[in-house]
């Protein structure tokens, strides 16, 4: 028996240290990038065993299918557009790399995935946990990026590049990446997949392992879809989505039913509320609000809604019965409530107004929202863009406070309770109600 086990550990050992060496295929790019001192040595090398994440459920898409509202251009020139079924970025000759980047830029343990097709070869990249700076000629984005370089003999997509921070982090040019290296398709859609939790970063191609690194440089930042600098280029860009991983997050439905719900009054909740393939929906007759049996005051808060045609709800927090902060939920289009600014959706309701331009969905769509309160810091976001913001005790929000129906309520804003999902009488969708205390 202890033969068999020398065996299997010399056979394993063997296995691994063979994987570790680079391809002789790869063997003219070691000169080249000698001078790049930040890539992995070959024999350190972690190697991606582990399966594609699952890429179903929990994800929030990234592009709305309309238009760029919730992204930002960064570098070059090179051009972007929307279509409702991919963003198409186009080299432009003489430009600097171009990153369109989301707005939100403290993306920090995810999953994220993009599905990218070439129409014209050119090199690309995701840029993740990434971060800006002012440069001599413009601003300069810089942080790990997974390289998606079109169709090249190098093979190299799904590796991690250091963008403006000292090239090479992790090269696909060992035995272990044989078979990634072979995983781009040509004229077809072609799948990347990014998995980062705390320090380690792991990659996909079409669902093939590829990169395993570790780093603890960069650990938040901004996605970006880049198109590289050179003389021509076109990458279409779609299905982009993220699913976030608070490693202290609860999923506040997370049991499938209500038993960390109760009713205002501390009842059960009503039939009224029901739970169906993770999706609550509030569809009875005046089942009453529900709040979590938990209290919360500082907290990140990450839920989708949909609301019915001339619908109001709302996610209220810091409550104290029914009173307390809210997320309103509404059909900005139809709801007579929408008349005043300050009560429409994502707004903090009958404070501070979300813009009229914020990035919304239309009814019967799923929209993501998102609420901060950390200490007197209150802020409300929405499919990725933060829309609203406020500081309690503050002079503006003390002006606002007197204006609004809660003066009457001395410390409102500053409580600790419980989440309060609203029944306004309309039917109301809730799914993925993450928190994570901070």
């Not at 992204?71 to 990153?99: L, N, Q």
């Not at 999953?111 to 070439?118: H, M, V």
């Not at 370089?149 to 696909?172: C, D, H, K, M, V």
């Not at 044989?178 to 077809?188: G, H, M, S």
């Amino acid at each position: 028996m202890k033969y068999v086990s020398r065996l299997l550990f010399c056979f394993v050992t063997a296995s691994t240290a063979l994987g570790n060496q680079i391809s002789e295929s790869q063997q003219q790019y070691i000169k080249k990038y000698k001078s790049q001192t930040k890539k992995v040595t070959p024999e350190d090398a972690l190697i991606n065993t582990e399966a594609e994440p699952d890429l179903d459920e929990g994800f929030v898409n990234l592009y709305n299918g309309k238009d760029l509202d919730n992204w930002i251009p960064r570098g070059g020139v090179c051009t972007y557009e929307a279509t409702p079924d991919a963003i198409i970025g186009i080299c432009v000759p003489g430009s600097p790399s171009t990153y369109l980047s989301t707005k939100r830029d403290d993306y920090k343990d995810f999953i994220f995935t993009a599905e990218l097709k070439w129409i014209v070869n050119g090199n690309s990249g995701i840029m993740f946990r990434a971060q800006s700076k002012p440069g001599k000629k413009g601003e300069v984005v810089f942080g790990p990026q997974v390289e998606m370089e079109g169709f090249t003999p190098r093979g190299w997509s799904g590796g991690i590049y250091g963008q403006s921070a000292g090239g090479w982090f992790y090269p696909l040019w060992l035995d272990a990446h044989t078979e990634v290296r072979q995983a781009l398709r040509e004229n077809e859609w072609n799948r990347v997949t990014i998995k980062a939790v705390g320090k380690t970063i792991q990659t996909w191609i079409n669902g093939i392992p590829a990169a395993h690194w570790e780093t603890e440089d960069y650990l938040s930042g901004f996605f970006s879809l880049q198109v590289h600098s050179g003389k021509e280029g076109e990458i279409h860009f779609r299905n982009i989505k993220v699913k976030e991983l608070g490693k202290n997050s609860k999923d506040l439905f997370a049991a499938g039913d209500f038993s960390q719900w109760a009713k205002v009054n501390g009842q059960p909740v009503d039939s009224g509320w029901t739970i169906e393939n993770g999706v609550v929906h509030r569809n009875g007759i005046r089942p009453g609000a529900i709040i979590t049996k938990q209290h919360f005051k500082d907290f990140d808060l990450n839920f989708e809604w949909k609301i019915s045609q001339a619908g109001n709800s709302g996610v209220k927090y810091r409550t104290r019965g029914n009173l307390g902060l809210e997320y309103q939920v509404l059909d900005d289009t139809r709801h007579k409530d929408a008349k005043k600014p300050n009560h429409r959706a994502a707004s903090l309701y009958d404070l501070v107004a979300a813009p009229d331009n914020k990035p919304i969905n239309p009814v019967g769509e799923w929209n993501q929202g998102r609420i901060v309160a950390k200490g007197d810091q209150i802020e409300h976001w929405l499919n990725g863009e933060k829309i609203v913001e406020i500081t309690y005790g503050t002079d503006d929000w003390n002006e606002r406070f007197q204006k609004s129906k809660y003066k009457e309520h001395p410390g409102f804003g500053s409580w600790t309770g419980p989440i309060l999902l609203q029944d306004h009488y309309d039917k109301v969708w809730y799914r993925n109600v993450q928190i994570r205390e901070l």
